[in-house]
């Protein structure tokens, strides 16, 4: 593949090229890992947010969980999701469009 400075072209499909970090070897050149924040250890402010997601639904799903690193985004994403939800689309109707919006965007986690 050719190299463009320290980035390198990668053919990945028929007619899509990604531009990808070089590949090493060396452990200190690792991808670095972040963790998914919990309820307990969430910032302070998204706290409450995450709470309210948990007891309506049971669980706090890695999307939301991780969008609590910035309170900001996860109270905007929780408020598009509240409108959403009082729209005049049914429950199913809802789904559909979710399903459809993920497919559309590639999501590897939702509509497969």
């Not at 499909?13 to 990808?20: G, M, N």
């Not at 200190?28 to 709470?51: D, G, Q, Y």
């Not at 309506?56 to 969008?67: E, I, R, S, T």
């Not at 996860?74 to 979710?98: C, I, N, R």
Request: charged content about 15%; overall charge neutral.
């Amino acid at each position: 593949m050719p190299r463009i400075g320290l980035l390198r072209l990668a053919k990945i499909h028929e007619h899509v090229l990604y531009l990808t970090p070089p590949v090493s070897t060396t452990r200190s050149s690792l991808m670095t890992r972040f963790t998914t924040p919990t309820v307990e250890t969430a910032p302070e402010a998204s706290k409450h947010t995450l709470e309210a997601v948990k007891k309506a639904f049971g669980l706090v799903l890695n999307l939301q969980a991780n969008m609590a690193e910035s309170p900001e985004l996860l109270a905007g994403y929780t408020a598009l999701w509240d409108m959403f939800s009082k729209t005049t689309l049914t429950p199913h109707e809802q789904q559909v469009v979710y399903l459809t919006s993920n497919f559309e965007n590639n999501c590897r986690l939702t509509h497969t």
